[in-house]
């Protein structure tokens, strides 16, 4: 795996990595985590779709997957998958979709972390491979990972809870972890919710805490040889803003997140949706 191209060979493949594929012309990757025997645990939105927005704009992404039309002749291994959602195990192949193969990598500097596309690293370290693996499984004999939302709750958001541990408990919502969805949200000015979330407080003067920009400010320094030279002054500033949310939605820099076994991970799941379909009956 090479410092900006994490692909590998299915020979390099180590039970309990987390791996994933590109999909849509490198629009979107999907992610799982790789248990041995040829055999993926990953998080899908069901209906025979991996992600998806809940519009008939899924039909046209779905459509673009490489081969697209092999859900035609059902896996020998996987049998016909089209109607399961939520947590499920599918062959390599199956997972693969005809794509190419990638490493997600763990404990990146910040400098690489910015440097690098969403979706492809983070911040945080990663669990012994056992402990990755026994919360992937867990996970699937209860399918207790909840309701898929592609922003909040998706298959990135999976892996990663699965080789960390780390999850934001949140009633109102989940403020995903996924690399993907937190490069958008960046990217669409949510700069100072995102301070608001992590408890950056403002001083008397109405600025966000000098110590917190200073350290924001080092690691765009550090990162600016990683950007093509000759972006004028605007451009470089609007680049820092989408650092800085990118950054600090990170679960290895989040401070609301915390080691959550995964017991209590399928308790609070299982709370959180009867409190939401609570809601939605009254």
Same mark, same amino acid.
């Given at each position: 795996?090479?410092?900006?191209?994490?692909?590998?060979?299915?020979d390099?493949?180590?039970?309990?990595?987390h791996?994933?594929?590109?999909r849509?012309?490198?629009?979107?990757?999907h992610?799982?985590?790789?248990v041995g +025997?040829? !055999?993926?645990?990953?998080f899908?939105?069901g209906?025979? @779709?991996e992600?998806g927005?809940?519009?008939? /704009? #899924?039909?046209?992404?779905?459509?673009?997957i490489?081969?697209h039309?092999?859900? +035609?002749n !059902?896996?020998?291994d996987?049998g016909?998958?089209?109607n @399961?959602?939520?947590?499920?195990?599918?062959c /390599? #192949?199956?997972?693969l979709?005809?794509?190419n193969l990638?490493?997600?990598?763990?404990?990146?500097s910040p400098?690489?972390?910015?440097?690098?596309?969403?979706?492809?690293c983070t911040?945080?370290?990663?669990?012994?491979c056992?402990e990755v693996?026994?919360r992937?499984?867990?996970?699937?004999?209860?399918n207790g990972?909840?309701?898929?939302d592609?922003?909040?709750?998706?298959?990135?958001?999976?892996?990663?809870?699965?080789?960390?541990g780390?999850f934001?408990?949140?009633v109102?919502?989940?403020?995903?972890?996924s690399?993907?969805?937190?490069s958008?949200?960046?990217?669409?000015?949510?700069?100072?919710?995102?301070l608001?979330?992590?408890?950056v407080?403002?001083n008397t003067?109405?600025?966000e805490?000098?110590s917190?920009v200073s350290v924001?400010n080092?690691?765009?320094?550090?990162?600016?040889?990683?950007v093509v030279?000759?972006?004028g002054?605007?451009?470089l500033?609007?680049?820092?803003n989408y650092?800085?949310?990118?950054l600090?939605?990170d679960?290895?820099v989040?401070?609301d997140a915390?080691?959550?076994s995964?017991?209590?991970?399928?308790?609070?799941?299982?709370?959180?949706?009867?409190i939401?379909e609570?809601?939605?009956?009254?």
């Amino acid at each position: 795996m090479g410092l900006f191209s994490h692909k590998i060979s299915r020979d390099d493949l180590k039970p309990g990595d987390h791996i994933y594929s590109w999909r849509n012309v490198y629009i979107y990757s999907h992610h799982g985590i790789y248990v041995g +025997d040829e !055999k993926v645990i990953h998080f899908t939105r069901g209906g025979g @779709l991996e992600f998806g927005t809940g519009t008939v /704009l #899924d039909k046209i992404i779905d459509i673009s997957i490489p081969n697209h039309g092999r859900r +035609d002749n !059902k896996c020998l291994d996987c049998g016909d998958q089209s109607n @399961l959602g939520g947590v499920i195990s599918s062959c /390599l #192949d199956c997972f693969l979709a005809g794509g190419n193969l990638y490493l997600f990598e763990y404990s990146a500097s910040p400098s690489i972390f910015l440097a690098k596309r969403g979706g492809t690293c983070t911040i945080a370290s990663s669990d012994p491979c056992d402990e990755v693996i026994s919360r992937a499984k867990f996970l699937l004999l209860q399918n207790g990972f909840g309701e898929y939302d592609l922003l909040d709750n998706n298959c990135e958001d999976f892996a990663i809870y699965c080789k960390t541990g780390l999850f934001v408990l949140s009633v109102a919502t989940k403020f995903g972890c996924s690399g993907q969805a937190n490069s958008v949200s960046a990217a669409g000015g949510v700069v100072a919710l995102t301070l608001k979330v992590l408890g950056v407080k403002k001083n008397t003067s109405g600025q966000e805490d000098d110590s917190v920009v200073s350290v924001v400010n080092q690691v765009i320094s550090s990162t600016v040889k990683y950007v093509v030279p000759g972006i004028g002054g605007l451009a470089l500033a609007e680049y820092g803003n989408y650092c800085i949310g990118r950054l600090f939605y990170d679960i290895g820099v989040r401070k609301d997140a915390c080691k959550v076994s995964v017991e209590e991970l399928v308790a609070f799941v299982g709370a959180k949706q009867n409190i939401l379909e609570s809601k939605k009956s009254s």
